[in-house]
């Protein structure tokens, strides 16, 4: 299938099944360097990851599960967060496309609609020196899943947003564009990337419960911004702002 890009998905492999397209991915990096744009995908995941090792939940053949191959040199690893800012984008901008309301990033790279997680995104990196060398951006988009476990109470896909079946090519056309738009972007104007990526925020500027993962304190708090390093800056009730990486906050 050709698709409407310049680079992302001229060459996409697709499999029945594997492992992990990110590990698929990664190895043909260190083994053969596919051309910028590759596309490894797959109905079914054996072993699919999230973000801090969770697994990624998916019915086969119901979604998309794919991983995506750039090579961004230009960027210096000091700001390796913005290209995650810019693949959250680049995948909202295609949920958006479908759906009936905007979607939003919840930091720092999950897709929401509608208060639902509707996509994830888990990307690695090859480093050298100061500078990226390559990157892997495994993304996993809910299409068609109306079957999620009880374990899963804010998962959610276009499908159920919408209350009718997609077609996956037409979902995965549209993406490709939106990946490759704000990949583009962020190479031309980074600030860009960083204000939009504010404006799509989810609970930016607004207050609500958040739990220290370290002592399971609950507080309440609004995000008011991002270091460029990606940690998430929450003020206080007392107008003080702390800020948090990853494993150091859950959202409630």
């Not at 079946?165 to 583009?184: G, H, N, P, T």
């Amino acid at each position: 299938m050709k698709f409407n890009t310049l680079f992302v998905g001229n060459v996409v492999q697709h499999f029945a099944e594997t492992t992990s397209t990110n590990v698929l991915a990664v190895e043909a990096v260190a083994k053969t360097k596919p051309t910028e744009g590759t596309v490894i995908s797959a109905d079914v995941q054996l072993a699919g990851k999230g973000q801090i090792g969770r697994s990624w939940y998916s019915s086969p053949a119901q979604n998309l599960l794919q991983s995506l191959i750039l090579y961004p040199h230009w960027l210096a690893v000091r700001d390796q967060f913005a290209l995650s800012q810019a693949m959250a984008l680049g995948v909202a901008d295609a949920v958006s496309d479908f759906s009936t309301e905007a979607a939003r990033v919840k930091w720092p790279n999950d897709v929401y609609l509608a208060n639902r997680k509707v996509a994830g995104i888990l990307i690695q990196n090859g480093i050298s020196g100061a500078r990226l060398q390559w990157s892997v951006v495994g993304i996993g988009l809910n299409v068609n899943e109306v079957d999620f476990p009880a374990e899963l109470p804010l998962a959610g896909s276009l499908c159920q947003h919408l209350g009718v079946s997609l077609e996956r090519a037409a979902v995965q056309a549209v993406l490709f564009q939106r990946l490759e738009q704000r990949y583009l972007q962020l190479k031309a104007n980074p600030e860009g990337i960083r204000q939009a990526y504010l404006e799509k925020l989810y609970r930016y500027q607004s207050w609500h419960p958040y739990q220290r993962t370290a002592t399971g304190a609950i507080f309440q708090g609004q995000i008011i911004g991002l270091q460029t390093s990606g940690e998430l800056g929450i003020q206080m009730v007392d107008g003080t702002v702390e800020y948090f990486d990853l494993k150091e906050v859950a959202f409630l």
